[in-house]
């Protein structure tokens, strides 16, 4: 089945190591996101690809970068992890083409959550 | 700005009941589209339900419904005869069709079926 996978499921850092998370995707999506989202807390979008052209969110910290260096995948890198940086880590992506295919749904990975000691 | 507003923090139903879960957004543009996600206890995030604000009809998917109230700016959430798999965290968003393909979320409304 097409999907989006995160890997690893959970990964543990410690504070100010560099970590980097993976994403892939088998749905042949041109734009791809990546958010945070702590406990019980709705999403927070981090930044996204439009093919290769990278959008960060204004409140994004400098700490985080991400790479996409082919369609299928995206990594997301925590330079020096904090503890807040401690949260569950989001991929997603959608196909955005215009006219009827604007616009469509989001379809999310399982999520890494991160930890850091 | 836009902003989505999702009013229940937390709601719990016995199993086959039906359930409504509620959403009120702003937004001073007329064209749209609505979701409902559903996430599960450490699983993943899935969409449940779509609705295009230029479609008076209210999108179903089974079990789940939706009363899209546009007037109102209303996107509340029916499901029908719920089941323990229903047990979630369920998220409202808002997509503007300039929105830079970003979605705006509610806070969620945990929702506990039981048996």
């Known amino acids: 089945d097409a999907m989006v996978i995160q890997n690893p499921r959970y990964q543990v850092t410690q504070f100010g190591k560099p970590v980097t998370l993976s994403c892939s995707q088998t749905l042949n999506h041109n734009v791809m996101y990546w958010y945070q989202q702590k406990s019980s807390q709705a999403p927070k979008l981090l930044f996204h690809?439009?093919?290769?052209?990278?959008?960060n969110e204004a409140d994004t910290p400098d700490n985080f970068q991400s790479r996409r260096p082919n369609t299928s995948f995206c990594f997301l890198d925590i330079r020096s992890p904090g503890l807040g940086d401690a949260a569950m880590y989001l991929c997603?992506?959608?196909?955005?083409?215009?006219?009827?295919?604007?616009?469509?749904?989001?379809?999310f990975g399982d999520g890494t959550r991160l930890s850091i000691l | 700005a836009q902003t989505v507003t999702q009013s229940q923090p937390e709601m719990s139903v016995q199993e086959a009941e039906t359930v409504t879960l509620s959403c009120t957004y702003d937004?001073?543009?007329?064209?749209?589209?609505l979701f409902w996600y559903k996430q599960p206890p450490s699983r993943q995030m899935i969409l449940v339900i779509r609705?295009?604000?230029?479609k008076q009809q209210n999108a179903t998917e089974n079990r789940f419904s939706v009363n899209f109230q546009k007037a109102a700016k209303s996107f509340s959430l029916k499901i029908s005869d719920s089941q323990l798999g229903d047990t979630a965290m369920y998220f409202c968003a808002f997509m503007g069709m300039d929105s830079n393909y970003q979605l705006i979320w509610g806070a969620g409304t945990k929702l506990i079926i039981k048996p």
């Open positions: 690809y439009y093919d290769k052209d990278f959008n």
């Open positions: 609705q295009e604000a230029y």
């Open positions: 997603a992506t959608s196909r955005e083409g215009g006219g009827a295919e604007s616009n469509q749904p989001q379809h």
């Open positions: 937004t001073s543009e007329n064209n749209y589209y």
